[in-house]
């Protein structure tokens, strides 16, 4: 059964830091990896996918990693904006119809 | 990527009373819809797997009298939450995942019960 775990699981900085979120998950025979922001009273919204066979991804300021055989991904933001506040989840996907989210990374940048 | 669209985005209703909330896929048909439950500061919960012309698959724990799905076609599946109680407050999201190419998840915007 699949285990995530994101860590921390709450972090403040100010604005303009470089930040890393971490995610790490128990079965490894993933096909992708999501991260995604939630903004309170809103659904998801995905930032980045990774597939199984990619090493990173990136978007923006915004680049994820993903070490399959280890069971981790980070996701990391660079100079970090009040607009970035928002809770951050991943979700690695093994297939079927079930996805296990992680309890997220609440960030909070102060302006 | 895939729009999902839901509504209402919030509702409130009377304990007792029935609730129905749509989930539609904007752009693409939707053999398979899932539907998520989330409390205050904790992270989604699967409640159910809707399958279009079939019956829903139910997480363990979820009643299935009391949160009725309905996929009657390929893009529009709802829930109706039966009989409300206060408990049954929370943030509804539902989500598909296109069968094919990359296999991303997207997710409605939610929407929100209140029972009172």
């Known amino acids: 059964k699949q285990e995530v775990t994101q860590i921390p699981a709450a972090l403040s900085v100010p604005e303009g830091e470089n930040l890393v979120l971490n995610c790490s998950f128990t079965?490894?025979?993933?096909?992708?990896l999501q991260w995604f922001r939630q903004d309170p009273g809103k659904g998801l919204t995905s930032l980045l996918l990774?597939?199984?066979?990619?090493r990173e991804q990136t978007s923006g300021r915004l680049n994820a990693s993903l070490d399959k055989s280890s069971g981790r991904s980070t996701l990391y933001i660079a100079a970090s904006q009040p607009g970035d506040s928002a809770t951050y989840l991943c979700?690695?996907?093994?297939?079927?119809?079930?996805?296990?989210f992680g309890a997220g990374t609440r960030l909070f940048v102060k302006a | 990527g895939a729009v999902v669209s839901q509504h209402p985005s919030w509702v409130i209703c009377k304990s007792g009373t029935s609730v129905k909330i749509e989930c539609r896929s904007l752009?693409?048909?939707?053999?398979?819809m899932f539907w998520y439950r989330q409390f205050p500061k904790q992270s989604l919960m699967l409640m159910a797997t809707?399958?279009?012309?079939?019956?829903?698959?139910?997480e363990q724990g979820v009643e299935k009298d009391k949160f009725l799905i309905n996929h009657a076609s390929l893009t529009l599946s709802t829930l109706t939450v039966t009989s409300a109680h206060p408990e049954d407050s929370s943030f509804y999201i539902c989500?598909?995942?296109?069968?094919?190419?990359?296999?991303?998840?997207?997710f409605g915007p939610g929407t929100r019960l209140t029972v009172t």
């Open positions: 989500s598909v995942r296109p069968g094919t190419g990359s296999y991303e998840q997207y």
């Open positions: 079965d490894s025979a993933i096909y992708n």
């Open positions: 990774i597939q199984s066979s990619q």
């Open positions: 979700a690695p996907y093994t297939g079927g119809f079930k996805t296990i």
């Open positions: 752009d693409f048909q939707a053999t398979t």
């Open positions: 809707s399958n279009e012309g079939s019956k829903a698959t139910y």
